[in-house]
């Protein structure tokens, strides 16, 4: 479906009554987001929480359904950005949630440091070279690739953010995992819990959700693994629960 003459669409998030604006050219969603925005710990009366890399806007989106909080999602492309913001206005969350189109690695200069309880990011998980050697559209690129901000980048900022006692959730590939773990202690970050995401039972984990904790003492729990699809290709109730 086209909306107002562009290559957009309008869906649903999942099994809720969410609507999220989507374009195969700039950006669409994905499961990691989805994931990352379950796992992760939010303050359910209060608080300010913040996404980093937050593309159009559907961890924000979703995690207004746990918390009421202050939501603030900030990504680099202004027109990714500006499917984020309409989607606010279409389901009526512009008094909760604001975003703001510049660079994450800047937000500590819009809410300052120490000021946020709880920080997310879906970061570009591959390489910048990776992208060089692939012809992908440039607002794919940047959304998957290390081009204009790096895992180290967003740990930092992360850090730069929270308040004591606040917690950063991410999503990545475990291979990172080992960099992961070791930039958060770097940032003042404790790991505090860690979960796998296998595209099946059989399957590898192709996806890790770390949370740490700022100033946190050591101790990290690891939670039962989540599998994606069943020996049917159907979501387990993992991903869709009660179905």
């Known amino acids: 479906m086209t909306i107002d003459g562009r290559s957009e669409r309008i869906d649903y998030l999942f099994n809720t009554d969410l609507?999220?604006?989507?374009s195969s050219e700039r950006f669409a969603f994905s499961l990691d987001s989805i994931l990352l925005a379950r796992f992760v710990y939010v303050p359910i009366q209060h608080g300010r929480l913040a996404d980093l890399c937050t593309g159009n806007g559907v961890i924000p989106f979703l995690l207004s359904r746990r918390t009421k909080g202050r939501i603030t999602g900030i990504e680099i492309q202004p027109e990714v950005c500006?499917?984020?913001?309409?989607?606010?206005a279409l389901n009526h969350l512009q008094d909760r949630i604001d975003f703001i189109s510049g660079d994450a690695k800047r937000l500590p200069d819009y809410l300052g440091n120490g000021n946020c309880d709880v920080v997310t990011c879906n970061p570009p998980y591959f390489s910048k070279e990776?992208?060089?050697d692939r012809k992908l559209n440039p607002h794919l690129a940047i959304a998957r690739h290390e081009i204009l901000i790096t895992l180290k980048d967003v740990i930092v900022t992360a850090g730069r953010l929270l308040k004591y006692g606040g917690k950063f959730a991410l999503v990545h590939r475990p291979e990172r995992l080992a960099d992961i773990l070791a930039g958060m202690r770097l940032a003042g970050?404790?790991?505090?819990?860690?979960?796998?995401?296998h595209p099946r039972k059989e399957k590898a984990a192709n996806m890790v959700l770390v949370e740490a904790t700022k100033g946190g003492k050591s101790g990290l729990a690891v939670l039962p693994p989540i599998t994606?699809?069943?020996?049917?290709g159907r979501y387990t109730e993992d991903v869709w629960p009660n179905t």
Do not use: H, N, T, W
Request: hydrophobic fraction near 45%; avoid cysteine; aromatic fraction near 8%.
């Open 228 to 232: 994606v699809y069943d020996s049917k």
């Open 19 to 22: 609507q999220i604006i989507q």
């Open 82 to 88: 500006e499917l984020a913001v309409r989607g606010a």
């Open 189 to 197: 970050m404790e790991p505090k819990r860690l979960r796998f995401v």
């Open 130 to 132: 990776a992208a060089r």
